[in-house]
């Protein structure tokens, strides 16, 4: 498989991750200029490749470019709600932390985008994974000099460790959660559970407390420094929930939302709609995705 193909399934398979307010867009306009790099994705894509990129909303008014892509849409779980299950029948890809590092500074060097996320399947186990998704924000980081914004996945069950390095070079993280409570997790994600999402979010929540009282005491910490200024976890800890794919009420919903902001400081929580594939026998059967419940909450 060559990189177009590569970067073509891989940057489509994160349309399933809401990491931003606004949709994905496909950018056909943009020219790629040639270069020699032949083993570089970017370098392979022309106007008329497929690939995604999310336009996130500035603060102060505007948007940025961000690419949304995946280390591997190969995964070891089979979330039945999940495009990416291990029994889907789709097509496999993945990068190596290397290449993906040098096709994003490529792309951020070329203007084409000013920020990326990444995220990945479970390859293997959560540990594994989440050392590979490190080490490609590492290198982005250090060997390629990138300071732009870096939206990092944390994978469920990571260890401590692991979690805390990525914070090291992300913007921002998250830890998708998408099932609201224990039941529904038990029934659809079986390889998942409560404390394998939870915990690594309350290890975010308790290195950002210790981040704040550093800063407010000018005592030293532990963080990497990209240039004169340090990027560490800047923009804080989001996850995701999947509306319509268990049965929970938006009144459940919105009570673990509130705890979430509440409890562990996560920024947002984003909603994402259900989007009925395959005939699983745990899922709804339902005719269309609940846009209308996700605006809603």
């Known amino acids: 498989m060559n990189n177009l193909d590569r970067f073509r399934i891989l940057s489509q398979a994160a349309d399933w991750d809401a990491a931003a307010p606004s949709p994905l867009i496909e950018h056909t306009e943009i020219k790629f200029p040639d270069i020699n790099s032949s083993d570089n994705a970017a370098s392979e894509i022309r106007e008329d490749a497929a690939y995604n990129i999310c336009k996130v909303k500035r603060l102060g008014g505007g948007s940025v470019p961000i690419l949304k892509i995946l280390l591997s849409n190969a995964c070891s779980y089979n979330c039945a709600y999940c495009v990416n299950r291990r029994s889907s029948n789709i097509k496999r890809a993945s990068f190596q932390p290397e290449e993906l590092a040098r096709t994003i500074a490529d792309f951020n060097t070329r203007g084409i985008i000013s920020g990326a996320f990444i995220s990945s399947g479970v390859i ?14 590492q290198t982005l980081r250090e060997r390629y000099g990138y300071k732009g914004y870096l ?27 998408e099932l609201p409570t224990e039941e529904s997790l038990v029934r659809i994600a079986p390889d998942k559970s409560a404390d394998s999402i939870l915990s690594p979010m309350k290890t975010i929540y308790e290195r950002l407390r ?10 030293p910490l532990q963080e990497i420094s990209i240039g004169d200024k340090q990027t560490e976890m800047s923009a804080g800890q989001t996850t995701q929930l999947i509306v319509g794919a268990s049965p929970e009420s938006d009144h459940t919903i919105l009570s673990l939302a509130y705890h979430l902001y509440r409890d562990l ?11 009925p594939e395959g005939t699983d026998p745990s899922l709804p059967r339902l005719a269309a995705p609940p846009y209308i419940r996700e605006y809603r909450l």
């Open 210 to 219: 210790e981040l704040n009282e550093s800063n407010r005491s000018k005592k």
């Open 265 to 275: 400081g996560v920024r947002r929580v984003y909603y994402s709609a259900f989007r």
């Open 124 to 137: 293997g186990s959560p540990d594994n994974t989440m050392e590979r998704l490190v080490w490609t924000a």
């Open 151 to 177: 939206h990092l996945k944390v994978i469920p069950g990571a260890s401590p460790e692991l979690v805390k390095l990525a914070m090291r070079y992300a913007t921002r993280v998250s830890v998708n959660i």
